[in-house]
């Protein structure tokens, strides 16, 4: 028999169990649509397990069963004798079900009795009718089809599956039928449901000794509540072992040691072995659905090709037995309702065989599963139509409500839009059943549809009671749990200058932020989360400490602490009901040391970070630009002028100031102000801006050495990053271009143009000026970033040229023997920048030493092999300013030398 | 002593824990008292209602630890100043009731009983099932439900 088969059996058992108990609460309470759905929705399972597992005395039965259960749901009025009639008629599946599980096959014989007796009652009309149903006449039974349905492609083969179990020889004990009960009193049904699940167990057990026994499962199931227990004990165990070794450290005696470690031992194995006995890998869920699927691929004649990844995705065993089904329930809908008809899909343009994607990744301390199919996607319309006719909601309300929602009503109950009620699915229940597993272990479940394209459904598990790995931090004299799946990594701050290449916070309006790999990630600090509020308070410090860089869904973000401890798995404990509304934590757990830590829940610091930023577009853009990579410029956006919006690189400031105007001072007809024990020239960012007399003026800071300069501007608003593409070219020098960044018109402006503003020297090298300037040829295919890094170069002292390309680089190098070093661009259309120095490399001379410092968006372990190679002197980020200058300083040396 | 009496006539009478803080006796009944135990290593939780103190590990298990001072609208007690805990149970969770100190169990029947005076706080009203009247001093009853039914009432009124 092989696992499929047995677990179904015991699946089977235990949901007719349930039905017997269920059906004689709802004969006594027939309003109840609850214990209802419930009994729908279990022969539901049975028959369409049956169904796949190709056992067609079963599915026969329990449809027709169904048929008739599914009338009392369009209100037939409940009688005794048709509740007789039903559980008669589970009584025969477990008769069925024990000589499955003796003999590994379907007994042969004919259930026709009942289905007609089932099939009658629920085709009368007038309920004093059903009255007189319950006797199910074996006289009266005429040869009708065993199963009755719709015409569908799999039907014939099911036929054929009878025919073959018919004439395939039988086990001995040939089951007969047993009358229904006659009378229809409730004690009798109760006594019917007592001994109901008796005929399973004798079978069972006679078959173990008779002929061909299968033998049973090496499993037990044991229920979650007593793994749970295990749990806590072992908790216990561990804390007590902790004690003992912390006493042993203070006595020398070393009697004890040894035993002591044993125990130590045992206690971690077995520590590690209960964990072990809740995880499981979902891939156990997702055993059975390629058969699944492949049968309702025959039984449908469509081609249906399922893909699964993430199939080794652990997850808690509670919320995996709690999914499984709804899993199947989901898969077997898109096979059914989702993916078109082959022919259909042919006419679509699509592949003839439809796609079923099954995925599973942790993500942000929640498990997501996603089931896509490429079918035909959801009708909105017809939802939307089919939501007013079965009132689910006012008219007028289901008119106003979006797509979203409108798709959500597919998990409602006795929804269905399917056209024909096949075996397979279209009675309404399934996605209701879902979504009502899901929420139960407190998921959620999405729909993104598109008509013609297909359907997405993602469902999105908590962790609760999941073990994970998580980050032990502190922050105040309090120690957290952060999960480390949202962790991407750990960068130390400290103060900016302590100490040489250390990373350090920067505050643009208090706000504090980190340069990461020439990125801004906004900070927040775990005290300030702690406090409800993902801003910095005045005075906070946050200048030292490690910043925890999170990701949660496509939003980044850094969580400043004091201290980072060590990597624990952790057993996720739920919140107490009185403390589950704070958003912030998604558990609590015990560490080894037996305290209780609180585990951060990455998605309510995201959710508290967001509400904070200005707009859910800033999380979008940013995370886009992960993947998006290079040629993105992360820009200083303030207003400067007459209301407009300026942008400037960030990478050429130095620093954000806000300045009190009462400490402008005029010299010579020019403002300056004292800055850092120096004089620092202020310029105005635009001809009409007027510096403030009082109350604070904001300033960019920009410097260079010892020099700096103030660019006076109104209001600094924001930092932006985006792929910049500069749509006119002003004719005004102050000024690159114009860009659109975040939906406004906003002008790229010159620092070229002002610097020399500041400084009338700026541009001309000063400190170099003794020395001949060595000429340097900075190649980038961006307009933008030659008008950018020109000025800085000039004012590192360089004199500088330009190329637009590759080619034309190499032009400017053969032509002009001047050149002393190369700053090209690696990533270029046509010809790279590793093209172009493997040319310089090939043509010999001067060339093949020439010093070349390269920039790159990105800075890969095969970027750096390969600049290795070509003996690139150095790779920079394409936005570290510093760093190019401090390159260029490196090789500056020797360089000169040469040139002199 | 009214315990004493009481104990002839077991049917009528009920197990008190009692529990001080500050000056006041207060009484739970016993087949609520899951616990006793001094509190240690308490770990706080941020932005939790007020009258949570924490959270802390009893024996494996992460219990919520209530501030009985809190819950009554009292000041908290003096910093280091002796504290004891009574495990209850509610909804298979377990709370820490945070108070004072914890004295002896008394056998107590209903002749001494007395409803809830009705010039008492309400917030005290709320939380008591009643008094009883002992040699020289009074015991206040606590509802235990009520005592652990403060933070889905907040919950609410913030959601409305």
Sequence with gaps: ?900 | MQAANANAAPADTTDYVTVFVGETMFGLTIDRVHDVFVPAGITPVPLAPREIVGLLNLRGRVVTALCLRRRLSLPDRASGAAQMAIGLEQAGETFALIVDGVGEVLKLGAETHEPVPINLDPRWRDLSLGVHRLDGRLLVILDVDALLAFGDAQRDAKVA
Aim: glycine share 8%.
């Design chain 1, 1 to 900: 028999m092989d696992d499929l088969l047995r677990e179904f059996l015991v699946e089977s058992a235990e949901h007719l169990d349930t039905v017997d108990a269920e059906l004689v609460r709802f004969e006594q309470d027939p309003n109840n649509q609850q214990i209802l759905r419930n009994i729908f929705r279990l022969v539901h399972t049975i028959k369409g397990t049956c169904g796949f597992l190709g056992l067609p005395r079963l599915e026969a039965l329990a449809h027709a069963a169904e048929t008739l259960m599914g009338r009392f749901r369009d209100g037939y009025p409940v009688s005794g004798a048709s509740v007789t009639l039903i559980l008669a008629t589970l009584d025969r599946l477990k008769a069925i079900l024990g000589d499955l599980e003796a003999t590994g096959a379907e007994p042969a014989g004919s259930d026709d009795d009942l289905i007609g007796a089932l099939e009658k009652m629920a085709s009368d009309d007038a309920p004093a009718a059903a009255a007189h149903a319950p006797a199910p006449a074996p006289a009266a039974i005429v040869l009708p089809p065993p199963v009755e349905r719709e015409l569908k492609p799999g039907e014939v083969s099911l036929d054929d599956l009878e025919r073959a179990f018919m004439e395939a020889p039988g086990p001995d004990d040939f089951f007969v039928p047993e009358p229904a009960p006659q009378v229809a009193e409730e004690p009798a049904f109760e006594m019917q449901a007592e001994e109901a699940p008796e005929p399973v167990a004798p079978r069972a057990a006679a078959a173990e000794g008779g002929e061909g026994p299968i033998a049973k499962v090496q499993t037990i199931r044991v229920n979650v509540d007593t793994i749970e227990h295990l749990m806590t004990m072992v908790s216990e165990l561990v804390l007590t072992r902790n004690q003992l070794l912390e006493i042993a450290r203070r006595h020398e005696d070393s009697g004890y040691k040894v035993p002591l470690q044993r125990l130590s031992h045992v206690t971690a194995e077995l520590q590690e072995g209960v964990m072990k006995t809740r995880m499981q890998p979902i891939g156990n869920a997702w055993q059975k659905l390629p058969r699944v699927v492949r049968d309702l691929s025959a039984e449908l004649g469509k081609g249906i090709e399922l893909v699964m990844s993430g199939a080794e995705t652990e997850l808690d065993r509670q919320v995996l037995d709690v999914i499984k089904d709804p899993l199947t329930h989901m898969v077997r809908n898109s096979a059914d309702h989702g993916i078109e008809a082959t022919n259909e899909r042919i006419k679509a343009g699509k592949p003839a065989r439809g796609t079923i994607r099954l995925s599973a990744y942790h993500e942000g301390g929640t498990i997501t599963i996603e089931i896509a199919d490429d079918g035909k996607g959801l009708d909105l319309a017809a939802i939307r139509k089919k939501a007013v006719e079965r009132n689910f909601a006012p008219a007028a309300e289901i008119e106003k409500m979006t797509d979203a929602q409108v798709a959500k009503f597919i998990f409602h109950a006795g929804f269905s839009t399917a056209k024909a009620v096949t075996s397979v699915s279209g009675r309404g229940v399934g996605m209701d059943v879902v979504k009502t597993n899901i929420e139960t272990i407190g998921g959620v479940v999405d729909i993104a549809t598109e008509l013609g394209k297909g359907t997405t459904f993602t469902i999105k598990i908590p962790l609760t009671l999941a073990i994970v790995s998580a980050l032990i931090v502190k922050a105040g004299a309090q120690r957290y749990a952060v999960p480390q799946i949202a962790v991407l990594e750990l960068v130390r701050v400290d103060a900016k200058g302590a100490k040489e290449g250390a990373n350090a916070i920067e505050r643009i309006n208090g706000a504090p932020v980190l340069r990461l790999r020439e990125r801004l990630l906004p900070i927040v600090t775990l005290q300030g989360l702690m406090r409800g509020q993902a801003t910095v308070e005045e005075g906070e410090v946050v200048e030292s400490g490690f910043v925890v860089v999170a990701q949660v869904g496509r939003q980044r973000f850094g969580v400043l602490v004091d201290e980072v401890f060590h990597t624990e798995e952790i057993v996720v404990k739920p919140m107490s009901s009185k403390l589950r509304h704070i958003p912030l934590f998604a558990g609590n757990t015990i560490l080894g040391d037996g305290a209780v830590v609180l585990i951060v829940d990455p998605n309510g610091v995201a959710k508290l970070v967001g509400q904070s930023a200005q707009s859910g577009a800033v999380a979008e853009s940013e995370a886009e630009e992960v993947e998006a990579g290079d040629a993105k410029a992360t820009l200083l956006v303030f207003k400067g002028g007459a209301g407009g919006f300026k942008a400037v690189p960030l990478s050429l400031v130095t620093r954000l100031e806000e300045i009190d105007a009462a400490k402008i001072e005029w010299l010579g007809g020019r403002p300056l102000i004292q800055y850092r024990g120096r004089l620092m020239p202020l310029v105005p960012a635009d001809p009409s801006i007027a510096l403030r007399t009082e109350g604070s003026q904001a300033l960019v800071v920009f410097s260079d050495g010892d020099r700096a300069m103030g660019l006076v501007v109104d209001e600094i608003v924001d930092i932006v990053e985006e792929r910049l593409d500069i749509e006119i070219s002003a004719d005004r020098s102050d000024l690159i271009g114009s860009a659109v960044l975040r939906g406004r018109a906003t002008d790229i402006i010159n620092i070229a143009h002002f610097l020399p503003l500041a400084y009338d020297d700026w541009a001309r090298g000063p400190r170099k000026a003794a020395v001949k300037a060595p000429s340097l040829l900075l190649v980038d295919d961006s307009a933008f970033f030659r008008d950018m890094l020109t000025p800085v170069l000039k004012a590192a002292g360089y004199s500088v040229s330009t190329a637009s390309s590759a080619d034309e680089a190499l032009k400017a190098l053969l032509s002009n023997p001047g050149i002393d070093l190369v700053v090209s661009d690696l990533d270029m259309p046509g010809r790279s920048g590793f093209d172009l120095v493997g040319a310089m490399r090939k043509a010999g001379g001067r060339l093949a030493e020439m010093p070349v410092v390269a920039l790159t968006g990105t800075v890969g372990p095969e970027a750096i092999e390969q600049a290795r190679k070509l003996a690139i002197s150095d790779l920079v980020a394409k936005f570290d300013r510093s760093g190019l200058l401090a390159a260029l300083a490196e090789i500056g040396e020797p360089g000169l030398a040469r040139a002199a």
